[in-house]
Protein backbone atom coordinates (compact mmCIF):
# COMPACT_ATOMS: atom_id res chain seq x y z
CA UNK A 1 0.00 0.00 0.00
CA UNK A 2 1.53 3.86 -0.88
CA UNK A 3 0.61 5.76 1.62
CA UNK A 4 1.76 9.54 0.81
CA UNK A 5 2.11 13.21 2.85
CA UNK A 6 0.27 16.50 1.80
CA UNK A 7 2.88 19.32 2.74
CA UNK A 8 0.90 23.06 3.30
CA UNK A 9 3.10 25.76 4.20
CA UNK A 10 1.88 28.58 6.72
CA UNK A 11 2.83 31.04 3.94
CA UNK A 12 -0.04 29.15 1.08
CA UNK A 13 -2.63 31.66 0.45
CA UNK A 14 -5.14 28.97 0.12
CA UNK A 15 -6.21 28.15 3.67
CA UNK A 16 -9.51 25.94 2.22
CA UNK A 17 -6.94 23.31 0.85
CA UNK A 18 -7.29 21.23 3.06
CA UNK A 19 -11.02 21.01 3.06
CA UNK A 20 -11.10 20.37 -0.31
CA UNK A 21 -8.51 17.36 0.37
CA UNK A 22 -10.46 15.85 3.03
CA UNK A 23 -13.65 16.24 0.31
CA UNK A 24 -11.35 14.15 -2.28
CA UNK A 25 -11.48 17.04 -4.73
CA UNK A 26 -8.27 18.30 -4.96
CA UNK A 27 -5.65 15.53 -5.50
CA UNK A 28 -6.40 12.62 -8.00
CA UNK A 29 -5.25 9.91 -4.95
CA UNK A 30 -7.53 11.01 -2.74
CA UNK A 31 -10.49 10.51 -5.32
CA UNK A 32 -9.48 6.88 -5.47
CA UNK A 33 -10.65 6.60 -2.21
CA UNK A 34 -14.35 7.27 -3.01
CA UNK A 35 -16.83 4.66 -1.83
CA UNK A 36 -14.28 3.50 1.03
CA UNK A 37 -14.94 4.51 4.63
CA UNK A 38 -12.09 7.10 5.65
CA UNK A 39 -12.03 8.97 8.89
CA UNK A 40 -10.25 11.87 9.45
CA UNK A 41 -7.99 12.93 12.77
CA UNK A 42 -8.15 16.98 13.37
CA UNK A 43 -8.53 19.28 15.37
CA UNK A 44 -11.57 19.90 13.93
CA UNK A 45 -12.77 16.86 14.46
CA UNK A 46 -12.10 17.23 18.24
CA UNK A 47 -13.46 20.24 18.38
CA UNK A 48 -16.80 18.84 17.40
CA UNK A 49 -16.96 15.85 19.88
CA UNK A 50 -15.90 18.64 22.08
CA UNK A 51 -19.29 21.08 20.97
CA UNK A 52 -21.18 17.32 21.43
CA UNK A 53 -19.89 17.08 25.03
CA UNK A 54 -20.30 21.38 26.11
CA UNK A 55 -24.01 20.98 24.56
CA UNK A 56 -25.65 17.06 26.02
CA UNK A 57 -22.48 16.43 28.69
CA UNK A 58 -21.46 13.60 27.68
CA UNK A 59 -19.37 12.68 24.31
CA UNK A 60 -18.49 9.46 22.48
CA UNK A 61 -14.81 10.28 23.39
CA UNK A 62 -15.00 10.34 26.99
CA UNK A 63 -13.96 6.90 28.37
CA UNK A 64 -14.03 8.13 32.39
CA UNK A 65 -17.47 9.06 32.06
CA UNK A 66 -17.35 11.18 35.46
CA UNK A 67 -15.47 13.94 33.94
CA UNK A 68 -16.00 15.92 30.93
CA UNK A 69 -13.56 15.67 27.80
CA UNK A 70 -12.93 19.56 28.02
CA UNK A 71 -11.26 18.93 31.46
CA UNK A 72 -8.66 16.61 29.77
CA UNK A 73 -5.59 18.08 28.79
CA UNK A 74 -4.99 18.85 25.13
CA UNK A 75 -2.92 15.69 24.73
CA UNK A 76 -5.34 13.30 26.60
CA UNK A 77 -8.27 14.87 24.08
CA UNK A 78 -6.04 14.05 20.68
CA UNK A 79 -5.23 10.46 22.31
CA UNK A 80 -8.86 9.88 22.93
CA UNK A 81 -10.02 11.04 19.62
CA UNK A 82 -7.57 8.75 17.76
CA UNK A 83 -8.60 5.70 19.84
CA UNK A 84 -11.98 6.04 19.17
CA UNK A 85 -11.34 6.51 14.82
CA UNK A 86 -9.76 3.68 14.96
CA UNK A 87 -12.00 1.59 16.79
CA UNK A 88 -14.38 2.91 13.90
CA UNK A 89 -12.30 0.51 11.56
CA UNK A 90 -11.87 2.85 8.94
CA UNK A 91 -10.33 1.82 5.18
CA UNK A 92 -8.06 5.22 5.16
CA UNK A 93 -7.45 7.61 7.86
CA UNK A 94 -6.46 11.27 7.22
CA UNK A 95 -4.02 12.59 9.47
CA UNK A 96 -4.34 16.39 9.73
CA UNK A 97 -0.69 17.44 11.76
CA UNK A 98 -1.24 14.18 14.19
CA UNK A 99 1.67 15.25 16.41
CA UNK A 100 0.62 18.83 17.80
CA UNK A 101 0.71 19.36 21.27
CA UNK A 102 2.05 16.13 22.26
CA UNK A 103 4.82 15.43 24.04
CA UNK A 104 7.82 13.41 22.85
CA UNK A 105 6.76 9.72 24.38
CA UNK A 106 3.08 9.92 23.34
CA UNK A 107 4.57 11.28 19.72
CA UNK A 108 7.04 7.92 19.92
CA UNK A 109 3.85 5.79 20.46
CA UNK A 110 1.66 7.01 17.99
CA UNK A 111 4.21 6.46 15.05
CA UNK A 112 4.44 2.74 16.39
CA UNK A 113 0.65 2.39 16.21
CA UNK A 114 0.88 4.58 12.71
CA UNK A 115 2.96 2.00 11.53
CA UNK A 116 1.09 -1.01 12.44
CA UNK A 117 -2.14 0.31 11.10
CA UNK A 118 0.12 1.49 7.74
CA UNK A 119 -0.30 -2.46 6.80
CA UNK A 120 -3.64 -2.09 6.78
CA UNK A 121 -4.97 1.01 6.48
CA UNK A 122 -3.86 3.67 4.01
CA UNK A 123 -2.80 7.24 5.48
CA UNK A 124 -2.72 10.40 4.05
CA UNK A 125 -0.68 13.00 6.39
CA UNK A 126 -1.55 16.32 5.86
CA UNK A 127 2.28 17.92 7.31
CA UNK A 128 3.64 21.03 8.36
CA UNK A 129 6.65 19.61 10.01
CA UNK A 130 9.48 17.93 8.15
CA UNK A 131 10.32 16.15 11.56
CA UNK A 132 6.72 14.65 11.60
CA UNK A 133 6.84 12.88 8.52
CA UNK A 134 5.87 9.25 9.31
CA UNK A 135 8.47 6.78 7.96
CA UNK A 136 6.32 4.97 5.51
CA UNK A 137 5.43 7.56 3.17
CA UNK A 138 6.14 6.78 -0.08
CA UNK A 139 5.38 10.92 -1.87
CA UNK A 140 4.67 14.02 -0.87
CA UNK A 141 2.18 16.63 -2.31
CA UNK A 142 3.69 19.58 -2.31
CA UNK A 143 0.04 21.88 -1.77
CA UNK A 144 1.80 25.28 -3.41
CA UNK A 145 3.46 23.61 -6.25
CA UNK A 146 0.49 20.93 -6.57
CA UNK A 147 2.82 18.14 -7.16
CA UNK A 148 4.03 14.96 -6.06
CA UNK A 149 7.68 14.77 -5.43
CA UNK A 150 9.87 11.64 -3.66
CA UNK A 151 10.36 12.00 0.35
CA UNK A 152 14.49 12.40 -0.57
CA UNK A 153 13.81 15.53 -2.79
CA UNK A 154 11.17 16.45 -0.19
CA UNK A 155 13.91 16.16 2.51
CA UNK A 156 16.46 18.17 0.30
CA UNK A 157 14.11 21.02 -0.89
CA UNK A 158 12.87 21.67 2.68
CA UNK A 159 16.77 22.03 4.13
CA UNK A 160 17.17 24.59 1.80
CA UNK A 161 14.20 26.48 2.20
CA UNK A 162 14.88 27.22 5.28
CA UNK A 163 18.03 28.81 4.75
CA UNK A 164 16.54 31.29 2.86
CA UNK A 165 14.89 32.88 5.43
CA UNK A 166 14.09 36.40 6.34
CA UNK A 167 15.36 38.19 9.34
CA UNK A 168 13.88 40.66 11.53
CA UNK A 169 16.63 43.09 13.07
CA UNK A 170 14.25 45.14 15.55
CA UNK A 171 11.29 46.48 17.13
CA UNK A 172 8.73 49.05 17.17
CA UNK A 173 9.20 50.67 20.17
CA UNK A 174 6.82 50.58 23.38
CA UNK A 175 3.95 53.47 23.17
CA UNK A 176 4.87 54.16 26.74
CA UNK A 177 5.93 53.49 30.42
CA UNK A 178 4.22 50.85 32.79
CA UNK A 179 4.15 52.34 36.49
CA UNK A 180 5.00 50.64 39.51
CA UNK A 181 5.46 47.18 38.10
CA UNK A 182 7.61 45.40 40.92
CA UNK A 183 11.05 43.44 39.77
CA UNK A 184 8.91 40.37 41.00
CA UNK A 185 6.36 40.04 38.02
CA UNK A 186 5.13 36.43 39.29
CA UNK A 187 5.71 34.50 42.37
CA UNK A 188 4.92 31.00 43.73
CA UNK A 189 5.99 29.86 46.80
CA UNK A 190 5.29 25.93 47.64
CA UNK A 191 1.58 25.75 45.54
CA UNK A 192 -0.04 22.93 45.23
CA UNK A 193 -2.73 22.17 42.98
CA UNK A 194 -5.46 19.09 42.69
CA UNK A 195 -8.49 18.84 40.92
CA UNK A 196 -10.87 15.83 42.11
CA UNK A 197 -9.09 14.84 44.96
CA UNK A 198 -6.00 14.11 41.90
CA UNK A 199 -2.93 15.65 42.68
CA UNK A 200 -1.54 17.67 40.00
CA UNK A 201 1.44 20.26 41.12
CA UNK A 202 3.17 19.96 43.97
CA UNK A 203 5.04 22.23 45.87
CA UNK A 204 5.71 24.64 42.99
CA UNK A 205 8.27 27.46 43.55
CA UNK A 206 9.27 29.92 41.03
CA UNK A 207 9.60 34.08 40.50
CA UNK A 208 9.63 35.72 37.04
CA UNK A 209 11.50 38.73 37.47
CA UNK A 210 11.29 42.05 34.71
CA UNK A 211 12.54 40.96 31.02
CA UNK A 212 13.28 37.56 32.11
CA UNK A 213 12.66 34.90 29.10
CA UNK A 214 11.24 31.75 30.47
CA UNK A 215 10.61 28.37 28.69
CA UNK A 216 7.57 25.94 30.63
CA UNK A 217 7.44 22.83 29.85
CA UNK A 218 6.65 19.38 30.64
CA UNK A 219 4.81 16.60 29.22
CA UNK A 220 1.06 16.28 27.94
CA UNK A 221 -0.94 16.56 31.37
CA UNK A 222 2.05 17.62 33.69
CA UNK A 223 -0.05 20.56 34.70
CA UNK A 224 1.64 23.81 32.50
CA UNK A 225 -2.07 25.13 30.97
CA UNK A 226 -3.05 25.06 35.20
CA UNK A 227 -0.36 27.03 35.55
CA UNK A 228 -0.85 29.45 32.66
CA UNK A 229 -4.71 29.65 33.82
CA UNK A 230 -3.80 30.58 37.46
CA UNK A 231 -1.80 33.40 36.58
CA UNK A 232 -3.60 34.73 33.32
CA UNK A 233 -6.88 33.18 33.60
CA UNK A 234 -9.31 33.36 36.51
CA UNK A 235 -8.88 29.77 37.15
CA UNK A 236 -10.06 29.49 41.11
CA UNK A 237 -7.10 27.27 41.88
CA UNK A 238 -5.25 30.52 42.03
CA UNK A 239 -7.25 31.48 45.45
CA UNK A 240 -5.47 30.90 48.58
CA UNK A 241 -2.40 30.04 47.45
CA UNK A 242 0.67 31.98 47.29
CA UNK A 243 0.14 33.52 44.10
CA UNK A 244 1.65 36.70 44.19
CA UNK A 245 1.03 38.81 40.66
CA UNK A 246 2.51 42.09 40.01
CA UNK A 247 3.13 42.55 43.87
CA UNK A 248 -0.06 41.58 44.86
CA UNK A 249 -1.62 38.52 46.06
CA UNK A 250 -3.97 36.85 43.39
CA UNK A 251 -7.31 37.54 44.43
CA UNK A 252 -6.76 40.62 46.98
CA UNK A 253 -6.65 44.26 44.96
CA UNK A 254 -6.38 43.81 41.46
CA UNK A 255 -8.94 42.63 39.45
CA UNK A 256 -8.56 39.79 36.93
CA UNK A 257 -9.24 43.03 34.52
CA UNK A 258 -6.33 45.01 35.81
CA UNK A 259 -3.71 41.72 35.43
CA UNK A 260 -4.44 41.55 32.14
CA UNK A 261 -3.52 44.92 31.07
CA UNK A 262 -0.05 44.05 32.11
CA UNK A 263 -0.39 40.83 30.40
CA UNK A 264 0.19 40.24 26.20
CA UNK A 265 -1.50 37.07 25.68
CA UNK A 266 -1.10 34.56 22.23
CA UNK A 267 -2.52 31.00 22.14
CA UNK A 268 -3.57 29.68 18.94
CA UNK A 269 -7.09 29.06 20.42
CA UNK A 270 -7.56 33.28 20.25
CA UNK A 271 -7.40 33.27 16.72
CA UNK A 272 -11.28 31.92 16.66
CA UNK A 273 -12.48 34.66 18.80
CA UNK A 274 -11.37 37.24 15.63
CA UNK A 275 -14.40 36.47 13.38
CA UNK A 276 -15.41 39.87 12.22
CA UNK A 277 -13.91 41.79 9.11
CA UNK A 278 -11.51 43.87 11.14
CA UNK A 279 -8.32 44.39 9.07
CA UNK A 280 -4.94 43.75 9.92
CA UNK A 281 -3.93 47.16 10.93
CA UNK A 282 -7.49 47.25 13.61
CA UNK A 283 -6.31 44.06 15.08
CA UNK A 284 -2.62 45.41 15.65
CA UNK A 285 -4.19 48.42 17.39
CA UNK A 286 -6.59 46.21 19.12
CA UNK A 287 -3.83 45.02 20.94
CA UNK A 288 -2.92 49.03 22.60
CA UNK A 289 -6.55 48.81 24.33
CA UNK A 290 -6.95 45.42 25.03
CA UNK A 291 -10.07 44.52 23.25
CA UNK A 292 -10.93 41.54 20.00
CA UNK A 293 -10.94 44.07 17.32
CA UNK A 294 -11.48 47.50 17.52
CA UNK A 295 -14.22 49.31 18.17
CA UNK A 296 -13.08 53.31 18.45
CA UNK A 297 -10.74 55.22 16.08
CA UNK A 298 -7.29 54.72 16.49
CA UNK A 299 -5.26 57.80 17.73
CA UNK A 300 -2.46 59.36 15.67
CA UNK A 301 -0.16 57.87 17.91
CA UNK A 302 -1.46 54.51 17.67
CA UNK A 303 -1.70 54.39 13.95
CA UNK A 304 1.93 55.61 14.09
CA UNK A 305 3.25 52.09 15.86
CA UNK A 306 0.54 50.14 13.91
CA UNK A 307 2.90 51.44 10.59
CA UNK A 308 5.92 50.64 12.39
CA UNK A 309 4.65 47.29 13.25
CA UNK A 310 3.68 46.32 9.39
CA UNK A 311 6.70 47.02 7.98
CA UNK A 312 8.53 45.01 10.89
CA UNK A 313 6.54 42.42 9.71
CA UNK A 314 6.89 43.27 5.85
CA UNK A 315 2.50 43.69 5.72
CA UNK A 316 2.54 47.14 5.20
CA UNK A 317 1.02 46.83 1.89
CA UNK A 318 -1.16 44.75 3.05
CA UNK A 319 -2.61 46.83 6.26
CA UNK A 320 -6.37 46.94 4.91
CA UNK A 321 -6.75 43.68 4.37
CA UNK A 322 -9.31 41.56 6.40
CA UNK A 323 -7.24 39.68 9.17
CA UNK A 324 -8.97 36.16 8.46
CA UNK A 325 -8.28 36.44 4.72
CA UNK A 326 -4.41 36.42 5.13
CA UNK A 327 -2.15 33.26 5.27
CA UNK A 328 -1.94 31.27 8.37
CA UNK A 329 1.69 32.75 9.38
CA UNK A 330 0.60 36.05 8.78
CA UNK A 331 -2.45 35.59 10.82
CA UNK A 332 0.04 34.01 13.73
CA UNK A 333 2.53 37.14 13.12
CA UNK A 334 -0.35 39.72 13.37
CA UNK A 335 -2.26 38.23 17.14
CA UNK A 336 1.59 37.60 17.96
CA UNK A 337 2.52 41.25 17.42
CA UNK A 338 -0.83 41.99 18.84
CA UNK A 339 0.28 40.89 22.08
CA UNK A 340 3.59 42.61 21.79
CA UNK A 341 2.42 45.92 20.72
CA UNK A 342 2.02 47.39 24.24
CA UNK A 343 5.58 46.13 25.21
CA UNK A 344 3.73 44.54 28.05
CA UNK A 345 5.61 43.93 31.44
CA UNK A 346 4.18 40.02 30.57
CA UNK A 347 4.12 38.48 27.44
CA UNK A 348 2.55 34.74 27.78
CA UNK A 349 2.66 32.84 24.32
CA UNK A 350 0.97 29.70 24.77
CA UNK A 351 2.34 27.00 22.03
CA UNK A 352 3.06 29.74 19.88
CA UNK A 353 4.23 27.78 16.76
CA UNK A 354 1.28 25.13 16.55
CA UNK A 355 0.43 23.97 12.81
CA UNK A 356 3.64 25.84 11.44
CA UNK A 357 5.99 24.41 8.88
CA UNK A 358 10.00 24.86 9.89
CA UNK A 359 10.29 28.23 7.89
CA UNK A 360 7.20 29.89 9.69
CA UNK A 361 8.57 28.62 13.02
CA UNK A 362 12.02 29.99 12.38
CA UNK A 363 10.68 33.08 11.36
CA UNK A 364 8.30 32.73 14.76
CA UNK A 365 11.53 32.47 17.16
CA UNK A 366 13.66 35.01 15.20
CA UNK A 367 10.99 37.60 16.48
CA UNK A 368 10.46 36.29 19.73
CA UNK A 369 14.35 36.46 20.24
CA UNK A 370 14.26 39.60 19.03
CA UNK A 371 11.93 40.91 21.33
CA UNK A 372 13.06 39.45 24.07
CA UNK A 373 16.61 41.32 23.84
CA UNK A 374 15.35 44.45 23.46
CA UNK A 375 12.17 44.97 25.19
CA UNK A 376 11.65 45.31 28.80
CA UNK A 377 9.26 42.63 28.78
CA UNK A 378 9.52 39.41 30.32
CA UNK A 379 8.52 36.40 28.21
CA UNK A 380 6.85 33.45 29.42
CA UNK A 381 6.67 30.86 26.44
CA UNK A 382 4.75 27.51 26.56
CA UNK A 383 5.64 24.33 24.08
CA UNK A 384 6.37 21.16 23.67
CA UNK A 385 8.22 21.39 20.75
CA UNK A 386 11.95 22.32 21.32
CA UNK A 387 12.09 25.39 18.36
CA UNK A 388 15.39 25.89 17.22
CA UNK A 389 17.21 28.61 17.68
CA UNK A 390 14.45 30.00 20.80
CA UNK A 391 16.77 31.53 23.49
CA UNK A 392 15.37 31.29 26.43
CA UNK A 393 17.43 32.06 29.89
CA UNK A 394 15.74 29.55 31.87
CA UNK A 395 12.80 26.47 31.47
CA UNK A 396 10.89 25.55 34.30
CA UNK A 397 10.28 22.05 33.69
CA UNK A 398 7.13 19.80 35.16
CA UNK A 399 7.96 16.20 36.13
CA UNK A 400 4.89 13.97 36.61
CA UNK A 401 4.64 11.89 39.60
CA UNK A 402 1.82 10.21 41.45
CA UNK A 403 1.92 13.37 44.27
CA UNK A 404 1.33 15.96 41.15
CA UNK A 405 4.09 17.25 39.02
CA UNK A 406 7.47 18.73 40.36
CA UNK A 407 9.05 21.93 38.59
CA UNK A 408 13.10 22.10 38.17
CA UNK A 409 14.65 25.41 36.92
CA UNK A 410 17.24 25.05 33.88
CA UNK A 411 19.53 27.99 33.34
CA UNK A 412 20.74 27.88 29.69
N1 LIG B 1 -11.19 20.94 35.61
C1 LIG B 1 -10.48 19.83 35.74
N2 LIG B 1 -10.97 18.75 36.39
C2 LIG B 1 -10.26 17.63 36.53
N3 LIG B 1 -9.01 17.45 36.03
C3 LIG B 1 -8.47 18.46 35.35
C4 LIG B 1 -9.17 19.70 35.16
N4 LIG B 1 -8.37 20.55 34.43
C5 LIG B 1 -7.22 19.85 34.19
N5 LIG B 1 -7.28 18.62 34.74
C6 LIG B 1 -6.22 17.58 34.70
O1 LIG B 1 -5.05 18.18 35.23
C7 LIG B 1 -3.89 17.67 34.55
C8 LIG B 1 -3.06 18.84 34.05
O2 LIG B 1 -3.74 19.44 32.94
P1 LIG B 1 -3.11 20.63 32.09
O3 LIG B 1 -4.08 20.97 31.00
O4 LIG B 1 -2.70 21.72 33.01
O5 LIG B 1 -1.81 19.91 31.50
P2 LIG B 1 -0.84 20.39 30.34
O6 LIG B 1 0.55 20.19 30.83
O7 LIG B 1 -1.21 21.75 29.88
O8 LIG B 1 -1.19 19.31 29.23
P3 LIG B 1 -1.12 19.42 27.62
O9 LIG B 1 0.32 19.56 27.28
O10 LIG B 1 -1.65 18.10 27.17
O11 LIG B 1 -1.96 20.58 27.22
C9 LIG B 1 -4.41 16.75 33.44
O12 LIG B 1 -4.32 15.41 33.88
C10 LIG B 1 -5.85 17.16 33.28
O13 LIG B 1 -6.64 16.08 32.87
Same mark, same amino acid.
Given at each position: MKHFAIHATGHSENNRFEQQL @???? !? &???????????? &?? #????VLEKFLEEDYRHGYSKLNAEKDRSIRTFSSGEKRKALLIYLLNQKPD =?????????????????????? =?????EKVLIVQLLKRTEDLLPFVAEVFLS??? +? #?????? =? @? +???????????? =?????? !?????????????EM??????????????????????? %???? @???????????? @????????????GVDLFLFGNRKGSGESVWD?? +???????????ELFKGTHTIEQMLISGLVDSVGLYQKPS????????????????? %?????? #??????????MILIARAMIKHPPLLILDEPSTSLDEKSALTLTNLINIFSEESETAILYVSHRREKGLNPQFVLELTPSAEGSTAKVIKN
Open positions: @LNGN !A &VPALSDLKGKEG &VV #FSEA =FLILDNPFDCLDRESVKMLKRR =FEEISEEQ +K #FIAVDD =F @L +KLQKKNQQDQDL =FTEIPP !APGEYVDIPEMLVKNVSVSYNEKPILKNINWSIKKG %EFWE @LSGPNGSGKTTL @LDMIYGDNPKAYIK +KKIGYFSPAITDKQLFLAQKWLKTLGLL %EKKNKI #FRSVPLLQQR
